[in-house]
Nanobody, 124 residues
Framework: QVQLVESGGGLVQAGDSVRLSCVVS????????MGWFRQNPGKERDVVAA????????WRSESAMCRFTISRDDAANTVYLQMNGLKLEDTAFYYC?????????????????WGQGTQVTVSS
């Protein structure tokens, strides 16, 4: 059974930096495309960033482009999301997901396995 566990969220101030981590167990981490998504109550789950196998592909949303970095450590079965210059609008529940599809994908439906999420709240 594949399990994903996120950590690193919390309450931070605008302008701060946070690093989210997601450890994957029970599967072959190196074979997965990995993504970070976020969601607020009543809103759709949006992709923030994604990284393909062997980091061959990396995608970031427009809002994340200049502030967030996604990376993976296959030896540690972990994917990270480094978030700098946090803004109030970055407040959300952040989810890590793994996809075993052949193609690099950013759409949520392409991801098979999901973590429970971690809350990031940015205050002014």
């Amino acid at each position: 059974q594949v399990q994903l566990v996120e950590s690193g969220g919390g309450l931070v101030q605008a302008g701060d930096s946070v690093r989210l981590s997601c450890v994957v167990s029970g599967g072959t981490f190196s074979s997965y495309n990995m993504g970070w998504f976020r969601q607020n109550p009543g809103k759709e789950r949006d992709v923030v960033a994604a990284v393909g196998r062997e980091s061959a592909h990396i995608w970031r949303s427009e809002s994340a482009m200049c502030r967030f970095t996604i990376s993976r450590d296959d030896a540690a079965n972990t994917v990270y999301l480094q978030m700098n210059g946090l803004k109030l609008e970055d407040t959300a529940f952040y989810y890590c997901a793994a996809g075993d599809g052949a193609q690099f994908e950013i759409r949520p439906h392409a991801y098979n396995y999901w973590g429970q999420g971690t809350q990031v709240t940015v205050s002014s």
